[in-house]
């Protein structure tokens, strides 16, 4: 994008707004991966990369009492360690496939300034470094191959700052590695919002970094993570200018979270959050498979289970979002045996019961049951408290059970969830009861279910009997016309 072309832009944000494709809202599920130098330690997280340079937080410690003083061993000496022997763009499609997921791409770019794809305009990537092959490119076509939509996601906004340190000593601050960390910078500019806001040249790069990606991989999909606020509004507009008008992505969608973006133009997304109530837009939760306080591979992982992951799935799709789940890769690319089994009864999950899933939409009401979900998320507060403890703050979250129901609709059926197999050996639901949102009622059958079910519809409730053996694990899912 020529310097010329940048100045002619005005950011009239009315140019730029998106209706979200169908494929998106049909979608409901996609997947992402951390994968980057910060996988080497697989210490604590993926802020690795700031943390390190704190003095005093626990991975600085850490740092300094395995790999030495911050003056000799740098985040910039993990790049080489990160060989990427075990990446299989294939096998990661696999996995996508697998899982359920119907649109996934690795993260781009982290904080850290490591670029995961062939670029020119960052030096420090993938292809030059560590394990010097083109790895967004090469999932793009593995995952394009097996008829997955491919998903950008960008990070490196959070790299104004990220590693200014406390440690004046630190290797970031020797002018000779600004190639990997960039110009020293005041260090309050390693806050959420921070005083000096990004300059011309910073935000140039940023938007260039995005660009380039589009030009070179035309992504369904592209996320941005929260703090794009800092980013000056012409950047952000010429960025949704180049998506959406002038290299006609006129089938995909940007994602964001916050206020980064004016409403109307992407999909907004809420990091690790529910809304209690069905929204008339199309919104979208990325969360994360793992269970430690992290979105990268640690030294002792730990994952949700797919019983977890499958009822926070039912509840967002009720409530017209998608789930955009993360996983991290292994050191060396490949995935930890715990996470490939839970994604893989994810998707054994996904491949009976998806007509309740895939394609649907909200019933008028879209959860019945004694589980709470209130408006939550990870929110700009807990963002601020990260940054200044290192560690993640606490998100509340909500277990369902055999009482709780998500409703959707798909193809002039109903489908009701349970979160639960009732230990009387029927459902009660009182949502559907007669003088209900229900007319009349034709049948009701369990998808998986052979046997022909008995029911009852009364003034209190429909009130099903359940079959002799469950179909599957996890939830289950009733279809009625």
């Not at 907004?268 to 990268?296: H, M, S, V």
Request: net charge negative.
């Amino acid at each position: 994008m020529s310097e010329e072309a940048n100045q002619k832009i005005s950011p009239d944000w009315s140019s730029v707004k998106q209706e979200v494709p169908e494929w998106f809202r049909d979608a409901k599920f996609g997947m992402f991966f951390h994968w980057g130098p910060y996988s080497v330690p697989a210490c604590q997280n993926e802020w690795y990369s700031r943390n390190m340079y704190c003095r005093g937080l626990a991975q600085n410690k850490w740092h300094e009492e395995h790999y030495g003083k911050l003056h000799d061993f740098g985040y910039k000496d993990f790049i080489p360690m990160m060989k990427g022997e075990g990446f299989d763009p294939e096998e990661w499609a696999d996995l996508v496939v697998r899982s359920g997921a119907k649109y996934a791409g690795p993260v781009t770019e982290h904080s850290d300034n490591f670029s995961l794809w062939d670029s020119q305009v960052n030096p420090i990537n993938s292809v030059n470094c560590g394990p010097h092959r083109d790895v967004y490119g090469e999932c793009a076509k593995a995952f394009r191959d097996r008829g997955i939509k491919l998903l950008a996601t960008f990070h490196h906004q959070w790299l104004w700052g990220w590693f200014m340190s406390t440690d004046n000593e630190a290797d970031v601050y020797d002018p000779a590695n600004e190639i990997y960390y960039g110009p020293a910078l005041p260090l309050e500019t390693n806050r959420y919002i921070p005083y000096r806001y990004p300059d011309e040249k910073f935000n140039n790069t940023w938007r260039d970094k995005v660009t380039e990606v589009i030009d070179k991989y035309s992504p369904d999909a592209v996320y941005f993570d929260s703090r794009t606020c800092i980013i000056d509004e012409k950047h952000r507009f010429q960025v949704a200018d180049y998506y959406y008008n002038q290299t006609g992505h006129r089938d995909g969608i940007i994602t964001y979270k916050q206020e980064d973006f004016p409403e109307g133009i992407g999909v907004y997304d809420l990091e690790r959050g529910r809304f209690a109530a069905p929204k008339p837009f199309a919104w979208q939760c990325d969360d994360r498979l793992e269970d430690n306080i992290t979105w990268c591979i640690v030294q002792e992982p730990k994952y949700r289970s797919a019983t977890a992951i499958v009822h926070q799935l039912c509840d967002i799709v009720s409530k017209n979002g998608n789930l955009l789940l993360n996983v991290g890769p292994c050191t060396d690319g490949s995935f930890h045996p715990d996470a490939v089994k839970e994604l893989y009864r994810l998707g054994d999950w996904l491949k009976l019961n998806g007509e309740a899933i895939y394609g649907s939409r909200p019933f008028v009401i879209a959860a019945e049951g004694p589980a709470t979900v209130d408006n939550t998320g990870y929110d700009i507060e807990k963002l601020k408290e990260q940054l200044k403890k290192g560690d993640e703050a606490y998100v509340k979250t909500t277990d369902l059970g055999e009482h709780d129901f998500r409703f959707t609709t798909n193809n002039g059926a109903l489908y009701a969830i349970a979160m639960g197999w009732p230990q009387s050996g029927k459902m009660e639901i009182y949502t559907l009861k007669k003088g209900g949102p229900l007319k009349e009622i034709s049948s009701v059958s369990m998808i998986g279910c052979e046997d022909e079910l008995t029911w009852e519809w009364t003034d209190k409730a429909l009130i099903v009997n359940m079959p002799k053996e469950k179909p599957c694990e996890h939830a289950y899912v009733l279809k009625i016309r």
